[in-house]
């Protein structure tokens, strides 16, 4: 294929369910995946462990530059996510964490010091990439932009089951409340702040469940000729 590896970009609040349709997508494509608000998260875990308030923006972005992180599939195939050596994939994902992480993403340099490492994650023979400012700022050149929002009442509720089948207590009320949180702070910052690119495709999730996400992004796809669908299954 000339030219760089095809983008497929999906960007949106959290519990739209970008998560799993980028799973899905990626394992359907064959291609590579980025969970760009993974190095939020672990920039923001790795300042809280070196005594860092996340408001200290130039030491935090030294951070994010230096961040010493390895993807791997595991034995049985799930996704370890290596900090400093350590698997951290479930401490990144508590509520705590996601909210250490929207602060240290409002810093712009921050989000300089992880503009390439996402754009590196790139390669052939393609990649989704899921956040935020995929389709914005990080791939603006993307072959095609998805962009999912849903009321923020299901996406608590939506987390709120995904917390409870793993056993972690937490009320619906708060969630609601810290996903309000994030929403504005995610949405009102000046850097690269949550919103759909012009040529964006939204959809509202609210009423649909995964299968009919899926179906949905396929379609679009089915739609770009420039993308390849023929992976082997
Ligand atoms: O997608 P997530 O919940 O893992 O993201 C955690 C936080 O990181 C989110 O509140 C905002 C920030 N983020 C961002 O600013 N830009 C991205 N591309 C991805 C995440």
Redesign the pocket.
Known sequence: MNGPAPVITVDGP?GVG??TLCQWLATRLGWHLL???????LTALAAQRRNLPPTDESAVAAVAAGLNVVFSAGTDGVLQILLDGEEVSAVIRSETA?NA??QV?ALPQV?AALLQRQRDFRQTPGLIA?????GTV?FPNAELKLFLTADPAERARRRHNQLSQKEMNVSLAALEREIAE?DA??VQRTA?P?MPAADAIILDTTALNIAQVCEWAWRQIGQRPKIPTSHPD
């Open positions: 959290g970008k998560g969970d760009s608000g993974a190095l939020y998260r996601g992480a929207s993403a989000r899921d956040g935020r400012d995929m990080v994030r702070r995610d690269a949550l």
